[in-house]
């Protein structure tokens, strides 16, 4: 349960990039007579490319494919931001779609940029086991986590307090605007652990995954590894 108190840690930012209701998806796509769809890797679904997207945002999409595709209809993986609208009605062929993608940018192939995308994050536990290179063996109550659910939604636990916020993917960090955390107070040495996660949490840490079960969050000198840990 969440504590009524919270504390909130506010962080401002100039972002570089700025897309509205944008996230980052990397997915196949397709284009062809009668076919301009994209298909994100996180999820069974198919969207119809709308055609609100900006025409320079279009021209790029486009030129990536016919540079890359060989084949009629061959499937091109890439990494793309952008919205996607299940509701709004559709006619011809995009009705045959479970929505609209509307991309905001072209960010290349799958295989040439290690850019983090949403699905990569979304609905996974991770558990803090290195902070600032020393490994972790604190007892499972004074854990950290993390969990990031649906739209990037921030939830976890710092090592004596809950938090949550709503999580952005900014290039190749992770911004979490505002942190609210209930206000337990925190023994030593979790004290110290708790307020060095908090403090790289809010600086907007660089973001990677070094394979598919580990995440490594990190500012200047300082670092942090996690491993997946997905409830059962």
């Known amino acids: 349960m969440w504590s009524r108190t919270f504390l909130i840690i506010l962080t401002c930012f100039c972002f570089a990039e700025t897309f509205a209701d944008a996230i980052r998806y990397r997915g196949d796509y397709t284009l062809g007579h009668e ?6 890797d996180n999820n069974s679904q198919c969207y119809w490319v709308s055609g609100k997207a900006s025409s320079d945002t279009v021209v790029s999409l486009k030129d990536l494919y016919q540079e890359n595709a060989t084949l009629p ?4 993986c890439v990494v793309l931001a952008g ?26 192939l799958c295989g040439e940029t290690d850019l983090v995308v949403a699905g990569d994050l ?21 854990q950290p986590s993390i969990e990031i659910g649906e739209h990037l939604t921030f939830m976890g636990f710092s090592g004596c307090n809950n938090m949550r916020g709503n999580a952005q993917l900014q290039g190749n960090t992770i911004v979490i605007p505002r942190i609210a955390t209930t206000r ?27 394979n598919e079960s580990e995440l490594l969050l990190s500012k200047g000198q300082f670092s942090s590894r996690w491993q997946l840990a997905d409830w059962r």
């Open 35 to 40: 076919v301009n769809s994209f298909c994100p």
């Open 73 to 76: 209809y061959e499937k091109v």
């Open 83 to 108: 919205s996607i609208d299940r509701e709004l009605h559709r006619d011809g062929f995009a009705a045959d779609y479970d929505g609209l993608f509307t991309p905001e940018k072209v960010f290349g």
């Open 122 to 142: 979304q609905h996974h536990r991770w558990v803090l086991v290195e902070l600032d290179g020393v490994v972790l063996h604190q007892p499972e109550r004074y």
């Open 184 to 210: 337990k107070a925190c023994p030593a040495p979790f004290g110290q652990i708790e307020s060095s996660l908090l403090s790289l949490l809010s600086q907007s840490p660089k973001i990677s995954l070094s």
